[in-house]
């Protein structure tokens, strides 16, 4: 027997399918139910890639004396967080307003119209370490819902009215304090293991960035310092590439081991702008950089493509055994045994010095994970990884989340069309447009749909940082390729984002006030949580408003939007409050400041236009140049003489002598064209 999830959009609701508890989707059905049984709602989240969402699921949902309990006392609704981060977001308000901690699987109970009155995350099968049992906690709940109403209804008025608040914009400042901001970064900097704050550590591409945007020294060494230890570290896939979602302790050795799509998109930006900034001269961090970037790169194309072209939503952390066992990490991990079935005695010792593989083990079971040491012979370590993936793929390989998420795509169409103009690889233009064209097919009934699976768009709306996102990286392949229609997509997405998330105050809300209809007759995603999540800090990926930021300045530059300038400017400055509270949660808000200053002292962003001969190649080498050293904020634009749907930019511009021209210009202002890298460098930081 299968409950309602068997057909659901999402990979996590499907593996809930054939539970014994009696799942509904997040839908308008789902609270009527409950209304008309006058019975609470159990509410899960989680997704797919969780770990402790699988150990609840195995240890509770698919026991049938738990599932009978809950199926008697509650409608069971079952989210997807990754789609549905609205309602995954006021609800972690409500979990972490009542125990002060957050975190998956969230376990939430509500009255019939969606008021929380008690949450948790994880609740093992019997009491254990002071938690009660999750069946206790049901049945204490049922019973207070029964003989205790009136406390359970006052509880829920007292959260709502509480979370309702949590919601908005921090205070701008009178003034940004640049000094005081990266004094407070340096303050959180780990000195010994390069990163911010304490285990568990996670990347923050974000605030890299913001580091990477001056080139000054002091910033410039906290960027280095953290791009080169997370490279090194455990937290890498050094066979396969990319990086897993955080490391459980300070010194990145031991991941959490999924491998989310955002985190690598997001990486791979930070890796390609980390090795513009490193100086040539320093070719040891330069090449391992690009190693970086290039395996990111790797790892998107060989385990996250879809049929479709779009990129899956992330690797999960477990995996079986050669008994069939599921263990997390064991995919990853390494013993000096395993090492010399795979390699032979004199190489297993070998890698066991330059991956720190130890007896002991650095994991767990005398297993290590593999982290890189020193700088070793680039030629023998290549062969050796060759020979230890293939080992590996005779491992039972951890299941694929494959719904295809639109922000989380724009991120990778992003990075790569800008690690294609860097490093000189058009094939990654071509994995940037094909995850473009699947992305567009979420657009539908002139709205953007937040996720697909399978090709099957689902009903669940987009969300800010889905129009953001989106929008960037279908401007910034526009502006490598030349291809207006990109450009014409992405001023579409945001014309629609200021109709649906707009602020009073001039930011943006994460998500639209109204539910999407359903798709192909398929069920509408409905209700609206109790409050409209909006959040101004960058948690994993940029907040919603600092997406749409970023578009609207790309895309007004490119589209020769002024209103779209003005329009980020707004936003912009309800993120002030959050940059000067906390920066490192706010690296996008940071970045964009710290380019805004450079404005000021006249260096505004600029728009380089490369006019292509008649039968260009895929990527021009003055282009690749201009990615290379172009300042922050700088729109780049390729294209062949005569290009049309980019404002003027081509206007009278000819290709001057057969050879790719540059045109660089600051607002009204532009400089001398230029066909020579040198000449280039000269206009593209030639202040006003």
């Not at 008697?72 to 308000?93: C, G, L, S, T």
């Not at 058009?426 to 567009?440: F, V």
């Not at 009073?504 to 109790?530: I, L, T």
């Not at 940059?579 to 940071?590: D, K, N, S």
Request: hydrophobic share 45%; net charge negative.
């Amino acid at each position: 027997m299968t409950n309602r999830l068997d057909g659901a959009s999402s990979p996590y609701l499907r593996q809930h399918a054939d539970n014994p508890v009696d799942w509904w989707p997040w839908s308008a059905e789902a609270f009527d139910e409950a209304r008309r049984r006058d019975v609470p709602v159990l509410l899960s989240v989680g997704y797919a890639a969780c770990h402790w969402c699988h150990v609840m699921a195995h240890e509770s949902f698919e026991d049938a004396a738990a599932a009978a309990l809950v199926n008697e006392h509650f409608v069971a609704i079952k989210v997807d967080r990754e789609e549905r981060p609205d309602v995954d977001a006021v609800y972690m308000k409500a979990t972490q307003a009542l125990t002060g901690q957050g975190g998956w699987p969230m376990t939430v109970f509500l009255t019939p119209d969606g008021r929380p009155f008690f949450a948790g995350t994880y609740y093992p099968p019997q009491p254990a370490g002071g938690m009660p049992s999750f069946t206790q906690v049901v049945t204490a709940l049922a019973e207070a819902w029964t003989t205790r109403r009136d406390e359970v209804l006052t509880s829920a008025d007292a959260i709502v009215a509480h979370v309702s608040n949590e919601f908005g914009a921090l205070p701008a400042p009178e003034r940004i304090d640049l000094a005081a901001l990266h004094e407070k970064l340096s303050a959180d900097f780990d000195a010994v293991h390069g990163g911010f704050g304490r285990a568990p550590k996670f990347p923050t591409p974000g605030v890299l960035d913001a580091l990477l945007v001056t080139g000054e020294p002091a910033s410039l060494d906290l960027a280095q310092r953290t791009l080169e230890a997370m490279a090194r570290g455990g937290i890498h896939d050094q066979l396969g590439g990319g990086f897993h979602r955080y490391s459980v302790d300070a010194g990145w050795v031991v991941p959490h081991f999924e491998k989310m799509l955002y985190d690598n998109a997001l990486l791979l930006g930070s890796y390609t702008r980390g090795w513009c900034r490193t100086a040539d001269h320093d070719q040891g961090l330069r090449q391992l950089f690009e190693r970086a970037a290039r395996g990111i790169v790797g790892f998107l194309a060989d385990d996250l493509q879809l049929d479709g072209g779009g990129f899956a939503a992330s690797l999960d952390a477990d995996s079986a055994d050669i008994t069939g066992t599921v263990h997390e990490g064991i995919y990853y991990a390494w013993s000096p045994a395993l090492l010399a079935d795979a390699l032979g005695e004199a190489d297993a010792d070998w890698a066991c010095g330059v991956f720190h593989v130890t007896e002991r083990g650095t994991f767990e079971h005398g297993l290590s994970t593999l982290q890189l040491r020193g700088t070793p012979d680039r030629g023998r370590l290549d062969g050796v990884i060759e020979r230890l993936r293939a080992a590996r793929s005779t491992r039972f390989v951890p299941a694929r989340d494959d719904k295809l998420v639109a922000a989380w795509n724009g991120f990778a169409i992003d990075s790569l069309v800008n690690a294609a103009l860097v490093f000189g690889e058009p094939a990654w233009l071509d994995l940037a447009r094909a995850a473009a064209e699947a992305s567009w097919g979420q657009w539908s009934a002139d709205r953007l749909r937040r996720t697909s699976l399978d090709g099957h768009v689902g009903d669940s709306p987009a969300m800010a940082e889905d129009h953001g996102a989106l929008a960037l990286g279908f401007a910034r392949l526009a502006g490598a390729t030349g291809d207006a229609r990109w450009l014409d997509r992405a001023v579409l997405l945001l014309e629609r984002a200021l109709e649906l998330f707009t602020a009073p105050d001039g930011g943006f809300f994460d998500a639209p006030d109204e539910p999407a209809a359903a798709v192909d007759g398929g069920e509408a995603q409905g209700p609206q949580p109790f409050a409209r999540a909006r959040d101004t800090s960058d948690n994993p990926t940029p907040s919603g408003t600092a997406c749409l930021v970023a578009a609207l300045r790309l895309v007004g530059l490119l589209a020769d939007r002024a209103d779209f300038g003005a329009r980020a400017d707004a936003a912009a400055a309800t993120l002030h409050g959050m940059v000067e509270a906390a920066p490192r949660f706010a690296g996008w808000a940071f970045a964009d400041i710290l380019i805004a200053d450079q404005a000021a002292n006249r260096l505004a962003p600029a728009v380089a236009v490369l006019v292509t001969p008649d039968d260009p190649s895929p990527i021009e080498e003055l282009a690749s140049a201009a990615a290379r050293m172009a300042p922050a904020g700088t729109a780049l634009l390729a294209g062949p003489v005569g290009t049309g749907g980019f404002a003027h930019h081509f206007d009278d511009r000819e290709a001057r002598d057969g050879a790719t021209t540059a045109y660089v210009c600051r607002g009204t202002v532009c400089f001398e064209p230029a066909t020579e890298v040198k000449a280039l460098r000269k206009a593209l930081w030639q202040r006003l």
